[in-house]
Protein backbone atom coordinates (compact mmCIF):
# COMPACT_ATOMS: atom_id res chain seq x y z
CA UNK A 1 0.00 0.00 0.00
CA UNK A 2 1.12 3.27 -0.66
CA UNK A 3 2.05 5.69 2.31
CA UNK A 4 2.67 9.74 1.77
CA UNK A 5 4.71 11.08 4.59
CA UNK A 6 4.76 15.09 5.22
CA UNK A 7 7.33 16.86 8.04
CA UNK A 8 6.82 19.24 9.89
CA UNK A 9 3.44 18.52 10.97
CA UNK A 10 3.75 21.96 12.03
CA UNK A 11 5.84 25.20 12.14
CA UNK A 12 5.77 28.44 13.60
CA UNK A 13 8.45 30.55 11.92
CA UNK A 14 9.53 34.63 12.07
CA UNK A 15 8.81 36.52 8.70
CA UNK A 16 12.11 36.24 7.10
CA UNK A 17 13.37 33.40 7.97
CA UNK A 18 14.33 30.55 5.49
CA UNK A 19 11.46 27.37 5.06
CA UNK A 20 11.67 23.92 4.09
CA UNK A 21 8.57 21.33 4.38
CA UNK A 22 9.04 17.64 2.92
CA UNK A 23 6.85 14.75 1.24
CA UNK A 24 8.08 11.19 1.02
CA UNK A 25 5.99 8.80 -0.98
CA UNK A 26 6.37 5.32 -0.34
CA UNK A 27 5.23 1.99 -2.17
CA UNK A 28 4.58 3.42 -5.59
CA UNK A 29 7.45 4.49 -8.23
CA UNK A 30 7.80 7.37 -10.70
CA UNK A 31 4.71 8.86 -8.99
CA UNK A 32 3.53 12.59 -10.30
CA UNK A 33 3.87 14.48 -6.95
CA UNK A 34 2.03 18.04 -6.06
CA UNK A 35 2.51 20.95 -3.68
CA UNK A 36 -0.97 22.69 -2.66
CA UNK A 37 -1.61 25.50 -0.36
CA UNK A 38 -4.62 26.43 1.80
CA UNK A 39 -4.56 30.06 3.39
CA UNK A 40 -6.68 30.35 6.29
CA UNK A 41 -10.13 30.63 4.97
CA UNK A 42 -8.89 30.64 1.83
CA UNK A 43 -9.27 27.80 -1.27
CA UNK A 44 -6.44 25.15 -1.49
CA UNK A 45 -4.67 26.14 -5.13
CA UNK A 46 -2.03 23.96 -6.61
CA UNK A 47 1.82 25.34 -6.10
CA UNK A 48 3.37 22.96 -7.97
CA UNK A 49 3.70 19.70 -10.01
CA UNK A 50 6.55 17.14 -10.88
CA UNK A 51 6.19 14.50 -13.43
CA UNK A 52 9.90 12.97 -12.82
CA UNK A 53 12.76 13.27 -10.72
CA UNK A 54 14.76 16.74 -10.62
CA UNK A 55 11.79 18.61 -13.04
CA UNK A 56 9.50 20.75 -11.47
CA UNK A 57 7.09 23.13 -12.68
CA UNK A 58 5.49 26.02 -11.08
CA UNK A 59 1.79 26.61 -11.26
CA UNK A 60 1.28 29.64 -8.97
CA UNK A 61 3.81 32.15 -8.02
CA UNK A 62 4.11 32.99 -4.40
CA UNK A 63 7.66 33.27 -3.62
CA UNK A 64 8.31 29.90 -3.28
CA UNK A 65 10.51 26.47 -4.91
CA UNK A 66 10.26 23.40 -4.80
CA UNK A 67 12.27 20.57 -5.62
CA UNK A 68 12.45 16.71 -5.83
CA UNK A 69 15.91 15.11 -5.12
CA UNK A 70 14.40 11.47 -5.35
CA UNK A 71 11.76 9.77 -6.98
CA UNK A 72 9.96 9.29 -3.98
CA UNK A 73 11.02 12.94 -2.58
CA UNK A 74 9.59 16.42 -2.96
CA UNK A 75 10.48 19.96 -0.80
CA UNK A 76 8.98 22.87 -0.95
CA UNK A 77 11.30 25.79 0.05
CA UNK A 78 12.14 29.63 0.44
CA UNK A 79 14.62 31.38 1.61
CA UNK A 80 12.73 34.39 2.98
CA UNK A 81 9.14 33.52 4.56
CA UNK A 82 6.06 36.23 4.12
CA UNK A 83 3.55 36.94 6.49
CA UNK A 84 0.90 35.44 3.48
CA UNK A 85 2.99 32.29 3.01
CA UNK A 86 0.78 31.38 6.52
CA UNK A 87 -1.80 28.29 5.70
CA UNK A 88 -1.71 24.88 5.53
CA UNK A 89 0.43 22.84 2.92
CA UNK A 90 -0.16 19.56 1.09
CA UNK A 91 1.27 17.26 -0.63
CA UNK A 92 -0.18 14.53 -3.00
CA UNK A 93 0.62 12.13 -5.73
CA UNK A 94 -0.97 10.49 -8.78
CA UNK A 95 0.21 7.47 -10.94
CA UNK A 96 -0.04 10.06 -13.99
CA UNK A 97 -1.26 13.51 -15.33
CA UNK A 98 -4.77 14.43 -17.35
CA UNK A 99 -6.97 13.79 -14.67
CA UNK A 100 -5.66 11.45 -12.62
CA UNK A 101 -7.06 10.90 -8.95
CA UNK A 102 -5.01 12.33 -6.38
CA UNK A 103 -3.83 11.21 -2.84
CA UNK A 104 -3.21 13.31 -0.17
CA UNK A 105 -0.96 13.60 2.84
CA UNK A 106 -1.31 14.26 5.96
CA UNK A 107 -0.37 18.09 5.80
CA UNK A 108 1.90 20.91 7.34
CA UNK A 109 0.31 23.67 8.92
CA UNK A 110 2.23 26.98 9.35
CA UNK A 111 2.40 30.19 10.79
CA UNK A 112 4.38 33.16 10.27
CA UNK A 113 4.54 35.86 12.30
CA UNK B 1 -11.90 30.36 -15.55
CA UNK B 2 -12.34 27.63 -13.59
CA UNK B 3 -13.99 27.05 -10.74
CA UNK B 4 -15.65 25.70 -8.02
CA UNK B 5 -18.54 26.97 -5.41
CA UNK B 6 -20.18 25.44 -2.73
CA UNK B 7 -22.40 25.32 0.45
CA UNK B 8 -20.61 28.06 2.98
CA UNK B 9 -20.28 26.35 6.00
CA UNK B 10 -20.09 26.05 8.58
CA UNK B 11 -23.08 23.37 8.51
CA UNK B 12 -24.95 21.50 11.73
CA UNK B 13 -26.70 18.88 11.13
CA UNK B 14 -28.51 16.11 14.25
CA UNK B 15 -27.46 12.69 13.57
CA UNK B 16 -30.06 11.07 11.43
CA UNK B 17 -30.92 13.90 9.96
CA UNK B 18 -30.34 14.25 5.92
CA UNK B 19 -27.59 16.32 4.12
CA UNK B 20 -26.97 18.23 1.25
CA UNK B 21 -23.67 19.90 0.56
CA UNK B 22 -24.18 21.57 -3.30
CA UNK B 23 -21.28 21.82 -5.29
CA UNK B 24 -21.34 23.88 -8.93
CA UNK B 25 -18.49 24.39 -11.08
CA UNK B 26 -17.51 26.28 -13.93
CA UNK B 27 -15.17 24.54 -16.33
CA UNK B 28 -13.78 26.40 -19.13
CA UNK B 29 -10.42 25.30 -19.74
CA UNK B 30 -12.40 21.09 -20.53
CA UNK B 31 -15.71 20.36 -21.39
CA UNK B 32 -16.24 17.25 -19.39
CA UNK B 33 -13.43 17.33 -16.06
CA UNK B 34 -13.51 14.69 -13.34
CA UNK B 35 -15.77 15.36 -10.62
CA UNK B 36 -14.09 15.09 -7.10
CA UNK B 37 -15.46 15.09 -3.25
CA UNK B 38 -13.14 15.54 -0.94
CA UNK B 39 -12.90 14.74 2.87
CA UNK B 40 -10.79 15.80 5.76
CA UNK B 41 -11.85 14.49 9.30
CA UNK B 42 -10.25 16.18 12.37
CA UNK B 43 -6.75 16.07 12.35
CA UNK B 44 -6.18 13.91 9.24
CA UNK B 45 -5.05 14.53 5.72
CA UNK B 46 -7.45 15.12 3.22
CA UNK B 47 -8.77 11.92 1.66
CA UNK B 48 -11.15 10.42 -1.14
CA UNK B 49 -14.41 10.33 -0.28
CA UNK B 50 -16.08 9.99 -3.73
CA UNK B 51 -15.06 10.29 -8.24
CA UNK B 52 -17.29 10.44 -11.21
CA UNK B 53 -15.86 10.89 -14.60
CA UNK B 54 -18.63 10.45 -16.55
CA UNK B 55 -21.76 13.02 -17.33
CA UNK B 56 -24.96 11.38 -15.80
CA UNK B 57 -23.39 8.35 -13.11
CA UNK B 58 -23.28 8.45 -9.63
CA UNK B 59 -20.70 8.29 -7.08
CA UNK B 60 -21.06 6.50 -4.07
CA UNK B 61 -19.25 6.04 -1.03
CA UNK B 62 -19.45 5.61 3.15
CA UNK B 63 -23.41 5.92 2.62
CA UNK B 64 -22.35 9.18 0.38
CA UNK B 65 -23.59 9.86 -2.89
CA UNK B 66 -23.06 12.61 -5.73
CA UNK B 67 -24.44 12.72 -9.26
CA UNK B 68 -22.09 14.39 -11.96
CA UNK B 69 -25.15 17.03 -13.61
CA UNK B 70 -23.66 18.38 -16.79
CA UNK B 71 -26.69 20.50 -17.37
CA UNK B 72 -26.77 22.12 -14.53
CA UNK B 73 -22.55 22.19 -13.81
CA UNK B 74 -23.77 20.78 -10.47
CA UNK B 75 -21.80 17.83 -8.29
CA UNK B 76 -24.01 18.04 -5.47
CA UNK B 77 -23.13 15.80 -2.19
CA UNK B 78 -26.33 14.18 -0.29
CA UNK B 79 -26.52 11.44 2.31
CA UNK B 80 -29.69 10.00 3.76
CA UNK B 81 -28.88 9.53 7.94
CA UNK B 82 -25.60 11.55 8.99
CA UNK B 83 -23.64 9.89 11.85
CA UNK B 84 -21.51 12.28 14.21
CA UNK B 85 -18.60 10.32 12.63
CA UNK B 86 -19.40 12.36 9.56
CA UNK B 87 -17.96 15.41 11.13
CA UNK B 88 -15.58 16.97 8.88
CA UNK B 89 -14.20 19.48 6.23
CA UNK B 90 -15.56 18.21 2.50
CA UNK B 91 -14.37 19.77 -0.70
CA UNK B 92 -15.76 19.48 -4.22
CA UNK B 93 -13.06 19.06 -6.79
CA UNK B 94 -12.80 19.66 -10.59
CA UNK B 95 -10.07 17.47 -12.09
CA UNK B 96 -8.57 19.47 -15.11
CA UNK B 97 -6.59 18.35 -17.56
CA UNK B 98 -3.65 19.95 -18.17
CA UNK B 99 -1.17 17.37 -20.06
CA UNK B 100 1.14 16.48 -17.83
CA UNK B 101 0.00 17.82 -15.02
CA UNK B 102 -3.54 15.88 -13.14
CA UNK B 103 -4.46 20.00 -11.84
CA UNK B 104 -7.70 19.79 -9.32
CA UNK B 105 -9.40 22.65 -8.63
CA UNK B 106 -11.24 23.09 -5.55
CA UNK B 107 -14.09 24.37 -3.41
CA UNK B 108 -13.69 26.41 -0.27
CA UNK B 109 -14.38 23.79 1.93
CA UNK B 110 -18.01 22.99 3.65
CA UNK B 111 -16.95 22.02 7.45
CA UNK B 112 -19.93 19.85 8.67
CA UNK B 113 -20.82 18.97 12.16
CA UNK B 114 -22.98 16.69 13.42
CA UNK B 115 -24.71 17.01 16.89
CA UNK B 116 -26.24 13.79 18.41
Redesign the interface.
Known sequence: AQT?HQWPVAEIKAVGSPLSLGCTIKGKSSP?L?W?WQAT??????LF?S?TVGQV?S?VQLNLSASRPKDDQFILSTEKLLLSHSGFY?C?W?L????????????TRLLVL | GDSVTQTEGPVTVSESESLIINCTYSATSIAY??L?W?VRYPG?????LL?V?TAGQKGSSRGFEATYNKETTSFHLQKASVQESDSAVY?CAL??????????T????TKLSVKS
Open positions: INYYGGTLQQYIEVLASGGGRDTQYFGPG | PNFYEGLQLKIYGLSGGSNAKLFGKG
